[in-house]
């Protein structure tokens, strides 16, 4: 073979969701540390090739990232019926505890970004002792809705280009022409009502605040970094939900949105770097 | 009448700039809307044909309606319009979020055009902004 073959390998694995089984794609790089990766809210794990195509990285984390049921290439379990995808609080947790079992992964290290990392925080709350540590990318308890979600589902109006549309100012006008794109195209192939079942659970059933507090990062160190032009998940609204989490620590991104590891992966690099190797030596020590 | 301010004069020259970006104008091919934009100070009655910039007028028209109107302070139009805009003045929707702009009446046509609007309304960005 004379083509460039990248190195990330793709695979489907078998996974019982609270007695359903589902066919979960899933895409990993590398040897080590177990580092499991969330996408956002109505895309895929291809915002994660940047890192998945590491190869400082890939030398200390076996990186895998899945695609959430109804997501790129994770279809709906066979028994769907057609009836409105909500994702909740509990079957988004239920989700990755039970990917990570199914994989056998010992203490992974899981990172989540905007729903991901909304869900990194629940992790924290309810299951810390599970894993080695959380990062939370565009992370909060909770953060003020700037849209009505109905526009994202309905008949007359294309999904995939208003979707798109909506989150397309959530780049930072920093990040590459192609990069943007890419990150935006997803969101363009999206299932019709995916992004806003996901957002169920965003805006209606994950609001954290007021159990944040009850996490002890002792038990499992929690990492949260927001890019400064993510007007959806603010800076401030990370730091705020940082104050009440004794040990937390936080990182405001210049020059990034609300999509660092694909829309702008050199930039992101500068700054999930440090966190990597942090806990890449409290493994070694 | 032409208004006189930056901001007014930068509007005034959207006609011009979007005939220059065949793009956009294709990816509007299907709209047609009489909508109100422009600054909180000083705005326009747009005539969006086939995505083309029909006729755009200051306002008030007397008894001109408009389906929708997207309307923004003077200084939230010239930090839009930076060559590399500041963090939460860079997007038409968190302009909204800040409380430095407004969104109203039918937004329906915008929200099927959105990035059009959206690339529309930046189009003063490339060419100077209100400087």
């Not at chain 1, 190869?55 to 290439?73: Q, V």
């Not at chain 1, 930072?172 to 794109?181: D, L, N, T, V």
């Not at chain 1, 930039?267 to 999930?272: T, V």
Request: charge should be negative; aromatic fraction near 10%.
């Amino acid at each position: 073979m004379t083509g460039y073959i990248e190195p990330m390998v793709g695979r489907y694995v078998h996974v019982d969701i609270d007695g359903t089984m589902h066919r979960i794609y899933f895409e990993e790089a590398g040897q080590g540390i177990p580092l499991v990766c969330l996408h956002t809210a109505g895309s895929d794990n291809r915002q994660w090739r940047y890192l998945l195509a590491d190869e400082e990285f890939t030398k200390h984390y076996r990186i895998i990232a899945f695609d959430l049921p109804w997501h790129g290439k994770s279809n709906p379990p066979a028994n769907w019926d057609g009836s409105e995808y909500q994702l909740t609080t509990q079957r988004y947790t239920q989700t990755i505890r039970a990917f990570c079992k199914a994989l056998d992964l010992n203490k992974p290290v899981v990172m989540g970004c905007s729903i991901g990392g909304r869900i990194v925080l629940n992790l924290a709350i309810d299951h810390a002792r599970e894993f080695r540590a959380l990062i939370g990318l565009e992370a909060a308890d909770f953060q003020a809705p700037w849209y009505d979600t109905a526009w994202l589902n309905r008949p007359d109006i294309h999904g995939g280009e208003v979707c798109a549309a909506l989150v397309s100012g959530l780049v930072a006008p920093q990040s590459p022409a192609e990069a943007r794109m890419e990150t935006l195209w997803a969101y363009k192939q999206g299932g019709p009502g995916v992004f806003k079942g996901d957002l169920y659970f965003y805006r209606v059933d994950g609001d954290l605040r007021g159990r944040t507090t009850a996490i002890d990062t002792k038990a499992c160190p929690l990492y949260l970094l927001t890019g400064e032009y993510d007007f959806s998940c603010s800076p401030e609204d990370t730091v705020r939900t940082a104050s009440g989490i004794t040990g937390a620590e936080v990182t405001v991104m210049e020059q990034l949105g609300h999509f660092p590891m694909s829309e702008n992966p050199a930039q992101f690099r500068r700054y999930i770097a440090p966190v990597l190797a942090t806990i890449q030596q409290k493994h070694s020590s | 009448m032409k208004k006189s301010d930056p901001v007014s004069s930068a509007f005034e020259q959207l006609p011009t700039l979007l005939e220059r970006d065949a793009a956009l104008i294709q990816r509007g091919r299907l709209l047609d809307v009489d909508c109100l934009l422009g600054s909180t100070e000083h705005s326009y009655h747009v005539a969006i044909r086939a995505g083309r910039i029909a006729d755009m007028v200051p306002a008030p028209v007397l008894m001109r309606s408009w389906t929708f109107g997207y309307r923004a302070t003077p200084e939230a139009w010239t930090a839009f319009w930076q060559p590399m805009p500041k963090a939460g003045w860079h997007d038409l929707l968190s302009l909204t979020k800040r409380g430095a702009a407004t969104l109203d009446g039918d937004i329906k046509p915008f929200m099927t055009h959105l990035q059009y609007f959206k690339d529309l309304l930046a189009l003063p960005r490339g060419a100077g902004g209100a400087a």
